[in-house]
């Protein structure tokens, strides 16, 4: 997964490669062809000249605000974005390090508006159906405790077939009717 800074210049931009958490500078029209197949080989050996890797510290969530497509992230996304910046001043959460919030564009699966990917030191999840009412618990148990939310859990990067469909089965868990 990839996300453009909009902060960058003109002609020179920063992007963000998960799940390998590194940031790219100096990614440009003419070093994207290289950038690319670095990126496709997994490889930062293989970066481009004038590109620069560093480690991401802290927490970036990503929540898709793509309404070109489906008007439902393009509603939902901004207003999820400005529930995580409200929640996120609270000072309790400077705990959890440097916590970034970024609108994105087509994450997949507009039909599961509000997508909000989270990926930070303990977590590479994907979350679906997310509201204005998940964002405290989303910053709470997620990147303040390095839990998961299964009721709104869509998946996980990095994990092989098995583990996933284990995560799968607490989540249908989490789904079901309780008691009688």
């Not at 390998?20 to 950038?35: D, P, Y």
């Not at 992230?73 to 309790?92: H, I, N, R, S, T």
Request: glycine letters at 10%.
């Amino acid at each position: 997964h990839m996300y453009y800074d909009p902060k960058s210049s003109a002609t020179s931009h920063t992007m963000l490669w998960y799940p390998k958490r590194v940031a790219l500078s100096g990614v440009s029209e003419g070093n994207i062809e290289a950038l690319l197949v670095a990126i496709g080989e997994d490889n930062l050996d293989l970066l481009p000249e004038g590109v620069a890797a560093a480690p991401l510290k802290g927490t970036d969530i990503l929540v898709c605000c793509h309404r070109q497509r489906d008007a439902r992230c393009g509603y939902c996304g901004p207003v999820l974005v400005a529930e995580f910046e409200k929640e996120l001043e609270d000072p309790k959460y400077k705990a959890a390090g440097e916590v970034r919030v970024h609108k994105v564009s087509h994450v997949g699966g507009h039909k599961y508006a509000g997508n909000v990917l989270v990926y930070g030191p303990k977590t590479l999840d994907w979350y679906a159906y997310v509201r204005q009412t998940d964002v405290a618990e989303v910053c709470e148990k997620v990147i303040m405790g390095g839990q998961w939310i299964p009721r709104i859990w869509r998946g996980r990067v990095g994990v092989d077939a098995e583990e996933s469909d284990r995560l799968k089965q607490q989540c249908l868990a989490a789904h079901q009717p309780s008691g009688g």
